[in-house]
């Protein structure tokens, strides 16, 4: 079945520094690729998303980029604020449609 | 701003004793999804329904979990008997169809098994 890598698993930035999260995924059907931050005690929620026929997405200070070639896909954050610390995790549908989640990424940004 | 309702928030119980979990999608939305959440790690689709039918419930423990959606709006994860490998987060997911529709998550129950 699907599976999906996430790296790093910890990651230390300082305010203002970017701030990068990747992840690869192996069913060469994906083709969806969502982003969940979830900050502690809250519900997953979804920050950006991106399909198979578009290379990059941006959104404000999130962009994140899809290599279908490589099968991995990027989440970056610039410009990052103490707001942005939370655990981030990655996910690709696969071929039998349903989402397969990453371990995560707990990002923490120092002021 | 509609949101995905779950209760109870947090359940505390002992080990062979059945709990069950309560789900309220967005309304209209078809498809929903049960997801374990074990801590550090990330969520783990339990069953997935297409209005009131599964559509998938492959990493469902049959023999000790169920699920239902009666009437294809609200829904029930049932877990009889829990053992203490079952203490995770469990949350509820839906989305207007299907899975390359945005997920949006209820605030999930806790559940502790002693």
């Known amino acids: 079945g699907e599976n999906v890598e996430q790296h790093p698993s910890t990651l230390s930035v300082q305010e203002g520094d970017s701030a990068v999260i990747k992840c690869t995924y192996s069913d060469s059907a994906s083709n969806y690729f969502p982003w969940y931050k979830q900050e502690l005690g809250k519900r997953p929620q979804l920050i950006i998303d991106?399909?198979?026929?578009?290379g990059e997405k941006k959104d404000q200070r999130i962009a994140v980029t899809l290599n279908k070639t490589a099968k991995h896909f990027s989440l970056h954050i610039t410009e990052t604020q103490p707001e942005d610390s939370a655990v981030y995790f990655c996910?690709?549908?696969?071929?039998?449609?349903?989402?397969?989640f990453g371990t995560g990424t707990r990002l923490l940004v120092s002021p | 701003e509609a949101e995905v309702a779950q209760s109870p928030r947090y359940k505390i119980t002992e080990k062979s004793q059945a709990v069950a979990f309560w789900c309220d999608p967005i309304s209209g939305h078809a498809t929903l999804y049960w997801y374990r959440q074990i801590l550090g790690q990330g969520p783990e689709l339990l069953v997935q329904?297409?209005?009131?039918?599964?559509?998938?419930d492959s990493q469902l423990p049959k023999d000790r979990f169920s699920a239902e959606r009666l009437k294809g709006v609200d829904s029930t994860l049932k877990i009889q008997p829990a053992e203490l490998g079952d203490s995770a987060m469990y949350l509820c997911?839906?989305?207007?169809?299907?899975?390359?529709?945005?997920?949006?998550f209820g605030p999930g129950t806790r559940l502790l098994v002693l």
């Open positions: 997911a839906s989305s207007h169809a299907g899975v390359q529709e945005t997920q949006y």
């Open positions: 991106i399909r198979s026929n578009v």
């Open positions: 329904f297409q209005d009131e039918s599964v559509v998938d």
């Open positions: 996910a690709a549908n696969t071929g039998f449609q349903k989402l397969v």
